[in-house]
């Protein structure tokens, strides 16, 4: 049976520094192997550190540059980004980035890309909107990070991985505010949506492609489930 699946893909991943065409390639054939049983992706994409050198740079020559302001920079990064994900899939992708987020699109295309949409949250947000919209359960959110952590492991050493969380945990971790440019494992706002609407958040190690194919195969993988 096909399904509908939507992921969050961090712009750290499209873009660590300079593009990384490598990993775009192995993404790439992942989804187009996945997609070959009728399966339909929705991909959102994320700033990165193109966002977060476009808001230091706004910062510096404007102190006093407001959040709204910074968020219209990074969701701009988001676009861009989008635009070569959606390139990359070609006539398997829906002609356009998709708008709102809380609207879907009717399309025989198996790969939707979409991108940030709004100020006062991150793409994170937009994928969860995108997930409501096409009535899919599970976002995955492929970052830098392997595992969720019970406390930021940069700062406290006795930090311990978590393969599985509750909404509430979780959501004291990444609190209850967006700060454009935040480093935190999924966006606050986006979290406090998806445990509204009983979602489930898998946070998968992008980098590590064998093991997202092995989640999508439905085998065991390495990550941390929140529901």
Known sequence: MSKTIVMSLGGSLIAPEDLD???????RQVILDYIKNGNKVVIITGGGNTSRHHQIAARTVNA?????????????????????????????????????PAKSVKTS??????????????SDKDAVLAAKAFGAKTVINLSNITYVYDKDPKKFKDAKPQKQMGWPAFRKIVGNVWVPGA?????????????????????????????????????KFVGTVIK
Not at 22 to 27: D, H, M
Not at 74 to 84: D, P, Q, V, W
Not at 109 to 119: F, K, Q
């Open 64 to 100: 006093k540059v407001s959040s709204r302001d910074l968020d219209w920079v990074g969701i701009a990064s988001t676009r861009l980004n989008a635009e070569l994900v959606s390139a990359i899939f070609g006539d398997y992708a829906y002609e356009s980035i998709l708008g709102d």
């Open 183 to 219: 480093h935190v494992p999924f966006d606050p706002i986006a979290s406090k949506l998806a445990q509204k609407w009983r979602m489930e958040l898998v946070v998968l190690n992008g980098s590590n492609l064998v093991n997202l194919k092995k989640f999508l195969a439905g085998k």
């Open 109 to 122: 295309r198996r790969v939707i890309v979409g991108a940030g949409y709004l100020p006062g949250s991150s």
């Open 21 to 27: 065409v490598n990993f775009l390639k192995k993404f």
